[in-house]
């Protein structure tokens, strides 16, 4: 990631935010709703929504957003949203999360946004309610420390499923060690609330393999494009114990992207394993809204999953869908000379615990920035 923050004008830019809600609506599928965009949400198509909201529309479950904040008068949102907090730089103060990015409002709407009201789009889980933290500041940039507190603050204020489409800033760290989110992802698990962390958009760990994520108890999420492919920017989900793919899309723009809610009132096109994480948040909370346990309903979405990618109207209408084990797989031994890691296998044989203990006192410090070139 670059060092310099970007313009506010060139993310502005890269988010799309200049796209409006004009474009023809296709051919209605079942469970087809009157909001203008929801032809162009080919996303929903893919992982099976429409047909699972006969069943369950996520009504009573809340959905914590812990990102850049929102644009909390953003019509798709009128009624959802519980409280908002600040937590970028200092404790949680809640109050407002205004996001001036434009990512944290994306986010929340293809998790959550109202369906049927005539515009714009319709979210994975349309009745869902929202809880949002702003743990990233106007450009995009926040702590280790942020996040965690803003995990557990939106875990403490009722949330059932957790959402972090922020993509770990420290491929090195992460490939070896694991997120330096952990302690607040396992709160979140410990309280009954189910994290649900992108994968990242950088291919792959830069030690030659994934990331670390096996000990994590969250499910982690690589991106699909509109084909239904693995998209070639989703890092490969490795050895994550509850590893899943949902669309991210393939570019920018109708057809392309994952259309979403943008800053004041407009709609954009954004991609990356970002735009699919909060897929799984939703279907999470279709899942939860019929009565599932946390873990039950991660077991579902995992048994009904079709190459990894999530089906939610399967996974909502399942019966006694044997589940997959809980339990982490082994995680790979670390890369080698002789598995193919070449210099960073030689680093980490040489170095060995030096190298871990140095990357977890570099952890503490750790600043994230959203990666901007997904959108």
Request: aromatic share 4%.
């Given at each position: 990631?670059?060092?310099?923050?970007?313009?506010?004008?060139?993310?502005?830019?890269?988010?799309?935010?200049?796209?409006?809600?004009?474009g023809a609506v296709g051919s209605a599928p079942a469970g087809a709703t009157d909001d203008a965009l929801f032809g162009q949400q080919w996303n929903?198509t893919q992982i099976g929504a429409p047909a699972a909201w006969a069943t369950s529309t996520g009504a009573g479950v809340i959905i914590g957003i812990?990102?850049?904040?929102?644009?909390?008068?953003?019509?798709?949102?009128?009624?959802?949203?519980?409280?908002?907090?600040?937590?970028?730089?200092?404790?949680?103060?809640?109050?407002?999360?205004?996001?001036?990015?434009?990512?944290?409002?994306?986010?929340?709407?293809?998790?959550?946004?109202?369906?049927?009201?005539?515009?714009?789009?319709?979210?994975?889980?349309?009745?869902?309610?929202?809880?949002?933290?702003?743990?990233?500041?106007?450009?995009?940039?926040?702590?280790?420390?942020?996040?965690?507190?803003?995990?557990?603050?939106?875990?403490?204020?009722?949330?059932?499923?957790?959402?972090?489409?922020?993509?770990?800033?420290?491929?090195?760290?992460?490939?070896?060690?694991?997120?330096?989110?952990?302690?607040?992802?396992?709160?979140?698990?410990?309280?009954?609330?189910?994290?649900?962390?992108?994968?990242?958009?950088?291919?792959?760990?830069?030690?030659?393999?994934?990331?670390?994520?096996?000990?994590?108890?969250?499910?982690?999420?690589?991106?699909?494009?509109?084909?239904?492919?693995?998209?070639?920017?989703?890092?490969?989900?490795?050895?994550?114990?509850?590893?899943?793919?949902?669309?991210?899309?393939?570019?920018?723009?109708?057809?392309?992207?994952?259309?979403?809610?943008?800053?004041?009132?407009?709609?954009?096109?954004?991609?990356?394993?970002?735009?699919?994480?909060?897929?799984?948040?939703?279907?999470?909370?279709?899942?939860?809204?019929?009565?599932?346990?946390?873990?039950?309903?991660?077991?579902?979405?995992l048994a009904t999953a079709d190459a990894r990618k999530i089906k939610a109207d399967l996974a909502v209408s399942a019966v006694d869908v044997p589940?997959?084990?809980?339990?982490?797989?082994?995680?790979?031994?670390?890369?080698?000379?002789?598995?193919?890691?070449?210099?960073?296998?030689?680093?980490?044989?040489?170095?060995?615990?030096?190298?871990?203990?140095?990357?977890?006192?570099?952890?503490?410090?750790?600043?994230?920035?959203?990666?901007?070139?997904?959108?």
């Open positions: 990631m670059a060092s310099t923050k970007p313009g506010r004008a060139a993310a502005a830019a890269l988010l799309g935010l200049a796209v409006g809600v004009a929903l812990v990102d850049t904040g929102i644009d909390a008068g953003h019509p798709e949102f009128a009624g959802k949203i519980l409280a908002q907090a600040d937590c970028a730089g200092a404790p949680c103060r809640e109050g407002t999360a205004r996001d001036v990015d434009g990512h944290g409002t994306a986010v929340a709407g293809i998790a959550a946004a109202k369906a049927g009201n005539g515009i714009g789009i319709a979210g994975v889980a349309p009745d869902a309610q929202l809880l949002i933290a702003k743990a990233l500041d106007d450009d995009g940039v926040g702590t280790t420390v942020d996040i965690n507190n803003a995990i557990r603050w939106v875990v403490d204020k009722g949330a059932k499923v957790v959402n972090l489409s922020l993509g770990d800033t420290d491929q090195v760290y992460v490939s070896l060690v694991g997120t330096s989110l952990q302690s607040g992802i396992e709160y979140a698990w410990s309280r009954g609330a189910v994290p649900v962390l992108a994968a990242g958009n950088y291919e792959r760990g830069v030690t030659g393999g994934s990331f670390n994520y096996g000990a994590l108890d969250a499910m982690v999420v690589g991106a699909t494009t509109p084909a239904g492919a693995v998209a070639p920017y989703s890092t490969d989900l490795g050895n994550a114990k509850w590893g899943v793919l949902a669309p991210g899309g393939s570019g920018r723009g109708p057809g392309k992207g994952v259309a979403s809610p943008a800053r004041g009132g407009r709609y954009a096109y954004p991609s990356g394993t970002s735009m699919a994480a909060p897929h799984v948040s939703g279907a999470l909370a279709l899942l939860l809204a019929q009565g599932l346990s946390p873990s039950a309903a991660v077991q579902r979405l589940p997959p084990s809980m339990d982490a797989p082994p995680a790979p031994a670390v890369a080698s000379p002789a598995s193919g890691g070449g210099a960073n296998g030689a680093l980490i044989v040489g170095a060995g615990a030096a190298v871990v203990v140095g990357l977890a006192a570099a952890a503490v410090g750790v600043r994230w920035r959203l990666r901007h070139g997904w959108s």
